[in-house]
Nanobody, 121 residues
Framework: QVQLVESGGGLVQAGGSTRLSCVAS????????MGWFRQAPGKEREFVAAISNLGISTDYTDSVKGRFTISRDNAKNTVDLQMNSLKPEDTAVYYC??????????????WGQGTQVTVSS
């Protein structure tokens, strides 16, 4: 059974930083393309960032480029999202995702339960 457990987030002031972490189990982590998605109130879930199985390549949605960094540790089965220069529009529930499908921006086979990030202005 695949499990993705997120931690981090919470309430952050605009311009501040926070780090999300996700621990994966039940899958061959080093073979899995991982990513982060988010869903703001009243909006559809959207792609945020992805990282290849060995961490060689990364991809970001335009709105977070230069502010967010995705990384992974295959020895610990973890994937992190460092979020800097946060804006109120980054407020959302953030989901860890494993085994991304298609081009990696459409969805995933496995999802975490989500963690709330709220950015106050």
């Amino acid at each position: 059974q695949v499990q993705l457990v997120e931690s981090g987030g919470g309430l952050v002031q605009a311009g501040g930083s926070t780090r999300l972490s996700c621990v994966a189990s039940g899958l061959t982590f080093s073979r899995s393309k991982m990513g982060w998605f988010r869903q703001a109130p009243g909006k559809e879930r959207e792609f945020v960032a992805a990282i290849s199985n060995l961490g060689i390549s990364t991809d970001y949605t335009d709105s977070v480029k230069g502010r967010f960094t995705i990384s992974r540790d295959n020895a610990k089965n973890t994937v992190d999202l460092q979020m800097n220069s946060l804006k109120p529009e980054d407020t959302a529930v953030y989901y860890c995702a494993a085994d991304l499908v298609g081009n990696g921006k459409i969805g995933a086979d496995y999802w975490g339960q989500g963690t709330q990030v709220t950015v106050s202005s």
